[in-house]
């Protein structure tokens, strides 16, 4: 790959000789973007300027770290195709690396030979590594995220005791707002069917994955026939083998996690009971459910914060309703 700051448009921007650049990297006629990171520090000690409009203008960090960094970097030298890939990576960084290079290609609306050649001119061998290699930025993204979650009309601050006092008031509220959202014919519905269920498979991804393998253990201990795999293999062939009379029963806060509604879609497809357990109606988790429980928005996905203490709260609802049917039909 060809260095993007010995081409003639950068040099003549930042007013850079081809014998300045090419003494940098000592006359190479194809640079690894590893070296292209390399000679920061060297332009820097060379022309302090020059280190400082590369950094505005393509609005990356000194230390270069991540792919998304390298991504911008090459941004103003991609073909108009090439940026199109670009720009669908840096605005749905967090989904990128679930998708094939067929989806990707689909949703950038380019061919996947295109993909191949933005990967190998962003310095990869291919598409896989690529998407490998954002999964840092992924990380670091989520941290961040995570971190504006946990700030967000908190601070710092704050001393122990009034951080307890808001985050109280704060579970209070999305636990009234939520326990008032979800429908109670739609909850009614859902009870009656997994009492009734011959079969009951519990779906989910990430967060989500762990309360529904905790709400399938619930029901396991209340005598019902509940399982709930944590892996996309499992949880596809569980789904496939359900059938009439069964019950799917999907959780996510956001409902667009593409591992959990396809795995629902797949079980929908048998004629068994479907179940979305989620806080947007018109999410495609929902759509393709038969039984919506829906709690509401509560705040941005993240694991800090109440998206999952709402999401065990509506769980943990549907399985204390069951327990107490169950009891009651044992009185009796």
């Known amino acids: 790959m060809v260095c993007p700051m010995m081409r003639a448009p950068f040099a003549k921007e930042h007013g850079l000789t081809k014998a300045f650049l090419f003494s940098l990297f000592e006359n190479e006629k194809v640079v690894p973007m590893?070296?292209?990171?390399?000679?920061?520090?060297?332009?820097?000690?060379?022309?302090?300027?020059?280190?400082?409009?590369v950094i505005e203008v393509y609005d990356i960090r000194p230390e270069l770290a991540g792919s998304l960094n390298r991504i911008k970097l090459l941004y103003p030298d991609l073909t108009p195709a090439e940026k199109n890939v670009a720009d669908y990576i840096i605005n749905n960084l967090r989904d990128?690396?679930?998708?094939?290079?067929?989806?990707?290609?689909?949703?950038c609306k380019v061919s996947e030979a295109t993909l191949t050649r933005f990967a190998k001119t962003c310095g990869f061998t291919g598409f896989?590594?690529?998407?490998?290699?954002?999964?840092?930025?992924?990380?670091?993204?989520?941290?961040?995220?995570?971190?504006?979650?946990?700030?967000?009309?908190?601070?710092?601050?704050?001393?122990?005791?009034?951080?307890?006092e808001k985050f109280l008031g704060r579970t209070m509220e999305a636990s009234t707002q939520a326990l008032t959202s979800i429908a109670s014919d739609h909850l009614e519905e859902a009870i009656e069917v997994i009492?009734?269920?011959?079969?009951?498979?519990?779906?989910?991804n990430g967060g989500s994955m762990y309360l529904a393998a905790s709400t399938a253990l619930k029901f396991m201990k209340l005598g019902l026939n509940a399982i709930c795999y944590l892996d996309y293999n499992g949880m596809q062939?569980?789904?496939?083998?359900?059938?009439?009379?069964?019950?799917?029963?999907?959780?996510?806060?956001?409902?667009?996690?593409?591992?959990?509604?396809e795995s629902l879609a797949l079980a929908a497809g048998t004629g068994c009971t479907t179940i979305a357990c989620t806080s947007r109606v018109k999410s495609p988790l929902a759509k393709i459910s038969d039984i919506k429980l829906i709690y509401g928005p509560v705040q941005q996905e993240s694991e800090i914060g109440l998206?999952?203490?709402?999401?065990?709260?509506?769980?943990?609802?549907?399985?204390?309703?069951?327990?107490?049917?169950?009891g009651q039909g044992s009185r009796h």
């Open 34 to 53: 590893k070296r292209v990171f390399a000679i920061f520090e060297e332009i820097s000690t060379r022309n302090a300027k020059i280190t400082t409009k």
């Open 96 to 107: 990128f690396h679930r998708l094939t290079i067929s989806e990707v290609a689909q949703k």
């Open 128 to 164: 896989p590594e690529l998407r490998t290699s954002l999964i840092p930025d992924i990380l670091g993204w989520q941290k961040m995220r995570y971190h504006r979650v946990a700030l967000k009309e908190m601070s710092a601050s704050d001393s122990t005791a009034e951080i307890m």
């Open 195 to 204: 009492l009734e269920a011959g079969k009951i498979v519990l779906i989910g």
């Open 237 to 261: 062939t569980s789904a496939l083998l359900l059938k009439e009379g069964d019950v799917a029963l999907a959780v996510s806060h956001s409902g667009t996690t593409r591992e959990t509604w």
């Open 307 to 326: 998206a999952r203490v709402i999401q065990a709260l509506t769980l943990d609802l549907l399985a204390t309703m069951v327990a107490l049917r169950i």
